[in-house]
């Protein structure tokens, strides 16, 4: 049991490890040698987790797959408005997580991926299209629901949400500002109006849930695309 607490620490922190390298230099670049240097571990022991660096960066993308599930599973907001929580919620961790952050920029990478989005790997593989995908199904549902104005369709909901959080998480490899609250917050107060119309804008909340974050924040002292 307490060598397989230890294979599991190990290969856990080879993880975090190559998530923090890619995130820095990007797949291309980081080297096995340096993952298992960070990690604190010998290059028989990487091996033995992971035969080659394809494997390592799968092992990335299912990391932070499993972390994207996280944010947008079991939802107890009203449809709409878990939505607007989970976008919140994404955009803090790609500030803050490199493995969230990697996985991202890996499952747009064919490179680091054996197979080809395309051949149907399965759910989680391409975080973009996990995202999208549950975007998409739950402003359906709020259409449904009656959620939405008269005039507006589920598709174009989804196709505005889904592309500024991309373009954060884009725009933020280079000026982190974009992975701060108040610029999501201020794209849900322009949105919602249109969106469920002006009478009932009010009953939902553009800065998320928690609302931790005010709409000017002070800067934050994060490198996006650094070490963490």
């Known amino acids: 049991m307490a060598r397989q607490m230890r294979a599991v620490r190990t290969r856990d922190a080879l993880v975090e490890s190559a998530a923090a390298l890619f995130d820095r230099d990007g797949f291309d670049v980081a080297s096995l040698a340096a993952v298992s240097a960070r990690a604190g571990v010998s290059s028989g022991a990487l091996n033995f987790?992971?035969?080659?660096?394809?494997?390592?960066?799968?092992?990335?993308?299912?990391?932070?797959?499993?972390?994207?599930?996280?944010?947008?599973?079991?939802?107890?907001?009203?449809?709409?408005?878990?939505?607007?929580?989970?976008?919140?919620?994404?955009?803090?961790?790609?500030?803050?997580?490199?493995?969230?952050?990697?996985?991202f920029a890996l499952s747009g990478c064919r490179r680091a991926r054996r197979r080809c989005d395309a051949a149907?790997?399965?759910?989680?593989?391409?975080?973009?299209?996990?995202?999208?995908?549950?975007?998409?199904?739950?402003?359906?549902?709020?259409?449904?629901?009656g959620q939405l104005a008269p005039d507006v369709t589920a598709e174009e909901v989804t196709e505005t949400v889904v592309a500024v959080a991309t373009g954060h998480a884009v725009l933020g490899t280079q000026d982190p500002r974009w992975l701060e609250g108040a610029p999501l917050t201020r794209f849900w107060a322009l949105l919602l109006p249109r969106v469920v119309g002006a009478a009932r804008a009010g009953l939902f909340v553009a800065a998320g849930a928690r609302g931790t974050e005010p709409l000017h924040p002070r800067p934050v002292a994060v490198t996006v695309g650094g070490e963490v």
């Open 49 to 103: 987790h992971f035969p080659s660096k394809v494997e390592l960066a799968e092992a990335v993308v299912a990391a932070a797959a499993e972390r994207l599930v996280r944010i947008i599973r079991d939802r107890e907001a009203p449809t709409l408005q878990s939505v607007i929580d989970a976008s919140h919620e994404l955009v803090r961790g790609l500030r803050g997580d490199a493995v969230l952050r990697a996985g």
């Open 120 to 145: 149907g790997d399965g759910p989680g593989t391409d975080l973009r299209r996990l995202w999208c995908g549950w975007v998409e199904s739950v402003v359906a549902r709020a259409e449904r629901e």
